[in-house]
């Protein structure tokens, strides 16, 4: 009973902390949404008002209030993801298709290692009826460029083969077709044929196209920018850091990225919209000090921020809208409208209320990892700043002497805080790292203390300046210093990614392990007193999943195509190496990568 009560008084003086676990619930009713096994009914969306109605009855007893507060939560997320999966619905084929005749509209381009591939929206496909047509289909075209594809809106005809999207080849595996049906994207496959222009402006239908339409050809122009002045890898990275498309990166590149920690910045990330926000709002409000004029007669300070909420706006729209570009988005033009209302901007609340704006607009993000990495290391790197001389206070054996320079103790100081911040967010990241993509970085620290501040200080003011200069044509040196700084960035991910052990491979991490790591995160982090060191209670309970986890002994592909068998040695035996190859590696990347043999190759 003392226990409780000290467990009482405890939580009773965090009062101002409590609203910071509402995503908690939020999230917990967004979970068990997409775990059901069966579509719930319609019925089930009154259950947020009903207990918004109790919450709001209950609000003059305490005790009352708060399960009523968090069961409401709870019923918001439930229902939030019931909403989305209603409005995203769309058909999705279930079959091959083809070859067969496809028109449509081009609505996004990407450029691939080797060739190019189109999304096509509202399809006309041959012998499949209208109520089986999906809204979006997928077409890779081989051996194709830029050039060879039409402009963006065009109404275009092809002959293609189509796929249907494939599910998880195992229990908790990653599942493609969920994500294909929240991007209503119905199918996917490649073409060999010339693409015949059917129309190359036909009329747009919505705003929402209209917009899209803009921005879509803005990253065409930038694309084809890019690639005049760089090519290869390099142009791919560029082009990623412009328009957010990744998918021209080779195949050795990203493996060398994501062995040595720097996945992040193969695409858009939260820290670029943030750096882009910034190096808008310094200068900005920098150049107008430099009027008098302006500068004692209006609120500069308020006109920079208002700059900054446009850009990193803009740059969302422009790279496309993932978890991690919307999270910092939002907490970026939060805390400029906090400086536009002369108000001050709480970061932990900034970051919760990000949150709960995005499990709102975009629940089914919360499952992925760009969500769960994003919000991770944005928690963790608050919760070590909220306090002077917490966390991130470096030590006093590492502080300058006081005889040192003042340009001196600004660079040390600042690559103490680089070096202790990567930590941070390395430690941050690193169970959902493992959860997702089943391998640990070991020296993920070390190639982002070089790689970051290399983006920060020279990557991305370059692109700024791109963008700048872009509409008059004299972009092609700030190209090609972007691609001068991404290039480095490569070479360190290959020198990285080739040191011993740079990569280790895990078994599938259990998602009640996940849960546990996950709450006592945030234990740590959103409570301040020293009972929040009781968090690492769970997160150790989590971490040691290896040692009571069973892996399984048998595999069988969702179609029994083929299977994997465990041997005494822990290598897998599989019918066929050449056979389902796609899903083998799905399972060998699942099971911690073991050894896969042939069967035939075996003694009786």
Known sequence: MNLLRTLGDLFARERDRWILWAPVPLGAGIVAYFRLPFEPPLWALIAAPILALAAWRARYSLILLIPAFVLFLFALGFNAGQIETRLAEAPM??????????????????????????????PVIRRLPPGET?????????????????PAGALVDLWAELMPMEGPVMPGGYDFRRQAFFRQLGGVGWSYSPIEIVDPNPPVTSWRDAIGLVFERARLTLSRHVYKYLSGDVAAMTAARLNGEQTGISEPVIEAMRAAGLAHLLSTSGFHVTIMGLLIYFPLRAILALIPWIALRYPIKKWAAAGAILSTLG?????????????????????????????????????????????????EAMLGPSFQMSF???????????????????????????????????????????????LIATIATTPFAIYHFQTFCFYGFAANTLAIPLTSFWVMPCILLAYITAPFGWDGLFLKGAGAGLGLVIRIALTVSNWPFALLHMPAMPAAALAAMTLGGLWICLWRRRWRWLGLAPILLGALYPFYTVQPDFLVAPDGGTWAARLEDGRFAVPNLRHEKFVIEQWQERLGDPQIVAAADLPP
């Open 93 to 122: 084929l279930n079959r091959h298709i083809g070859p067969t005749s496809v028109e449509g509209r081009i609505v996004f381009t990407e450029v691939m290692p080797n060739g190019v591939r189109l999304t096509l929206k509202n």
């Open 134 to 150: 999906p809204l979006k289909v997928r077409v890779k075209l081989e051996r194709k460029t830029l050039a060879d594809v039409p």
């Open 315 to 363: 740059y969302t729209l422009l790279v496309g809208s993932q978890a991690a570009t919307l999270r910092s988005m939002f907490m970026t033009s939060m805390a400029m409208i906090a400086i536009v209302a002369d108000r001050p901007a709480l970061m932990m609340r900034l970051a919760i209320l990000s949150a709960v704006i995005m499990m709102g607009v975009a629940p």
């Open 376 to 422: 991770a290391a944005v928690l963790c790197l608050i919760a070590a700043h909220e306090k002077p001389g917490g966390l991130l206070a470096p030590p006093a054996h590492l502080k300058p002497p006081p005889s040192a320079h003042g340009w001196l103790v600004t660079v040390w100081t600042y690559t103490v805080a680089i070096v202790r911040t990567s």
